[in-house]
């Protein structure tokens, strides 16, 4: 009989996210520094086989949602085999990708099942999108999201906003959601990691953000999952809708039901958890996985991996302990 993945706190997880690399065709300056990036060698990164047979025990355990995250999972050389047999598997199936090389994988993500795709764009300008992912791919980008949305996938745009940076283009990226039904924005609250030189001043808060958008918009809240990390919007007469996850300012830890996988195999409760379980050594020593996926479980903390509130004094010294984003997959 199937034993869920229960915390403390009566949470039942069943969204695995899986990192498949700790590489990528950009450069966001959010997620990785600029410098001293250290990649993970090949072979401390979990095989195909190992990254299907650990999605199966977690599909033994009650895991019913799957997402493919990074780094960018479409560098990855085997991400077309690892997609389809994971797609086989009894849980649905997603990607979070940059869009980049998405042309290159549509036969897959359709065999794989994959409906929908979380696509990060933060600038609709080339020279902003340019000096925030360093490279010069924003036509590429937009071409891409077009494509998906043209071979019927449901897309999700994934904005990080970040004060003086990119947040006088948060109307324009609500403009887009009007359009299609397939399309949604998210706004993703500027969150602290090693290396991405957050500051509190950085963040456009959750308020602030709906305060900009109902200067030039009218829009009503939709209804909502208890799971959702997102509080969704739609812009009266708007097709697709909008909305904002409120990390740090609207935390949403209590209906939390997400699992990390690291791309070198280790176990993560919380994006903000520094302590990991090494799943892939246990299962190439054949050791007890489930046993170790439980137990980490039960030390899951309520909310921020035990960090408490993030605030400008303690963010640094705290969240520099933790990995990169893109060494964690987002
Ligand atoms: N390369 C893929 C992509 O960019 O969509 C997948 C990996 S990326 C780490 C996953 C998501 O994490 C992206 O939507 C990205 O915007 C988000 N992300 C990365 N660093 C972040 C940060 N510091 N604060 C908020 N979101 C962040
Ligand atoms: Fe790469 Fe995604 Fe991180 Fe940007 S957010 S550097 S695209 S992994």
Redesign the pocket.
């Known amino acids: 009989m199937t034993t869920p993945i229960l915390d403390r706190f009566g949470r039942k997880h069943s969204y695995l996210r899986i990192s498949l690399t700790d590489k990528?065709n950009l450069r966001?300056t959010?997620?990785m520094p600029q410098e001293n990036m250290l990649f993970m060698p090949n072979k401390h990164l979990m095989q195909a086989d190992e990254i299907v047979e650990l999605a199966r025990i977690f599909v033994g355990l009650g895991v019913d949602k799957i997402r493919l995250?990074?780094?960018?999972?479409l560098v990855r050389q085997d991400f077309s085999s690892i997609a389809e047999r994971l797609g086989a598997l009894d849980s649905a199936l997603t990607l979070?990708?940059?869009a980049i090389y998405v042309d290159q994988y549509l036969p897959t993500l359709k065999k794989a099942g994959i409906k929908s795709l979380?696509?990060?764009l933060d600038s609709l300008h080339a020279s902003r999108f340019k000096a925030i992912t360093r490279r010069d791919q924003l036509q590429k980008t937009l071409d891409h999201i077009d494509l998906l949305l043209e071979e019927g996938f449901v897309v999700k745009i994934?904005m990080?906003v970040m004060k003086g940076i990119n947040d006088m283009e948060v109307n324009e990226f609500v403009g887009m959601s009007l359009l299609n039904e397939r399309l949604h924005v998210r706004f993703?609250e500027?969150?602290p990691?090693n290396g991405?030189e957050?500051d509190m001043s950085k963040i456009v808060s959750y308020n602030e953000l709906l305060a900009g958008i109902s200067d030039q918009y009218r829009f009503s809240r939709l209804p909502g999952d208890r799971h959702d990390t997102a509080h969704q919007f739609q812009v009266e007469g708007g097709k697709g809708s909008f909305g904002i996850i409120g990390t740090v300012t609207h935390p949403f830890c209590s209906g939390c039901n997400r699992i990390r996988l690291t791309a070198d195999g280790k176990l993560k409760n919380c994006l903000f958890d520094t302590s990991e379980v090494d799943l892939l050594t246990a299962l190439r020593n054949g050791s007890d996985v489930q046993g170790l996926i439980h137990d980490h479980f039960d030390k899951k903390h309520f909310a921020h991996g035990g960090h408490g509130q993030f605030t400008a004094e303690n963010a640094k010294e705290t969240y520099e302990a933790n990995r990169t984003?893109?060494a964690i997959?987002?």
């Not at 995250?69 to 999972?73: K, L």
Request: glycine share 14%; with cysteine.
């Open positions: 990528c966001c959010y997620c995250t990074g780094g960018e999972p979070t990708t940059n979380n696509v990060s994934n990080v993703i500027f969150m990691f991405n957050w984003m893109i997959g987002g």
